[in-house]
């Protein structure tokens, strides 16, 4: 390649590369003014949430001036991004430690969760939308496509909810609530954790699973398809080594903007399930009006799913 088409190639990909990051920054300052203000907007003195009704007068204004709640919302903005451009987040009204400590200490437990919903549905949603294209018609692609829809339209909660009666009331296979660190002991992780990820993987699963099944439709009624299977090729090769790595490219990047739902999936279970990550230190922060925790939690879920 010339040298003149190789520097042209290097400008156009480093102006694409500046243009996201730009719009990325951009998204994430929109999202720290939005979540900022609204958290504002909830009812409730974070005072008098934090120090109780009976607390007196000085210790309210003592603890308002302490977060710098007694200063407009505008210059409580700025005090708060100019930290948290210096890598300060604050401190947590509810736990009165660093933000950051709490977000280091929970974030495990929700990858936890999480890392093994994604992996789950997307090995098994790939290998069902495989087994539906390559079975059009028939029952066994009848009967994903109707699961697949069922995952897509049920909500979390309420898979939640009939997860705990079937296997934890009336089964009584599996515990109602609960989390224990695969690090402490992988088998009571399993045991405590089999209805969570199950719940978490399964609309993600139904997503993946129908995004593969039309790539395939798609890919195997192409003409390289009829040639390889016309030159004598194998049914498996024909459509593991040749259709299957076309169709994966659109199911790789419904996989990576499914992560950011899945993240977001997880506020719903850990609250059903009772499990200390962070999407129930998100929600505890909202109610108790931590306006620090708060804006941390969503600021840092906003900017994974920018990076992702």
């Not at 720290?32 to 009812?43: D, E, G, K, R, Y």
């Not at 395939?216 to 390289?224: A, G, H, I, P, S």
Request: proline share 5%; glycine share 10%.
């Amino acid at each position: 390649m010339p040298c003149f088409v190789q520097e042209k190639v290097v400008i156009i990909m480093g102006r694409y590369i500046l243009k996201r990051l730009g719009i990325s920054v951009a998204v994430i300052f929109l999202v720290s003014v939005i979540s900022f203000t609204l958290v504002h907007m909830l009812p409730g003195d974070p005072a008098v949430l934090a120090l109780g009704s009976e607390a007196s007068e000085q210790d309210i204004a003592t603890f308002r001036e302490k977060y710098y709640l007694d200063r407009p919302i505008v210059e409580q903005y700025f005090i708060w991004i100019t930290d948290t451009l210096r890598g300060d987040l604050g401190d947590s009204i509810t736990y009165s430690r660093p933000v950051l400590t709490c977000l280091a200490e929970r974030l495990p437990r929700t990858i936890s969760i999480g890392l093994p919903a994604l992996i789950l549905s997307s090995i098994l949603g790939i290998l069902c939308g495989i087994i539906s294209a390559i079975r059009r018609g028939k029952f066994i692609d009848n009967l994903i496509t109707f699961v697949s829809t069922i995952g897509l339209g049920a909500p979390q909660f309420w898979l939640g909810i009939v997860g705990i009666y079937i296997f934890g009331m009336k089964l009584g296979w599996l515990p109602l609530s609960g989390y224990v660190s695969p690090g402490e002991n992988f088998g009571q992780y399993i045991y405590y954790g089999v209805i969570p990820i199950l719940i978490l993987s399964f609309s993600l699963l139904a997503s993946v699973a129908r995004q593969t099944r039309s790539n395939m439709l798609e890919v195997v009624n192409q003409d390289y398809i009829r040639t390889a299977r016309a030159n004598g090729l194998a049914e498996k090769s024909v459509i593991y080594k040749h259709a299957l790595r076309n169709a994966l490219l659109p199911v790789i990047t419904v996989i990576g903007n499914e992560f950011g739902y899945l993240l977001g999936g997880t506020v719903l279970v850990e609250s059903i399930f009772g499990i200390p990550g962070l999407g129930s230190l998100t929600i505890t922060s909202i109610r108790s009006k931590d306006i620090p925790q708060t804006t941390a939690c969503i600021l840092f879920l906003a900017a994974l799913n920018v990076v992702i």
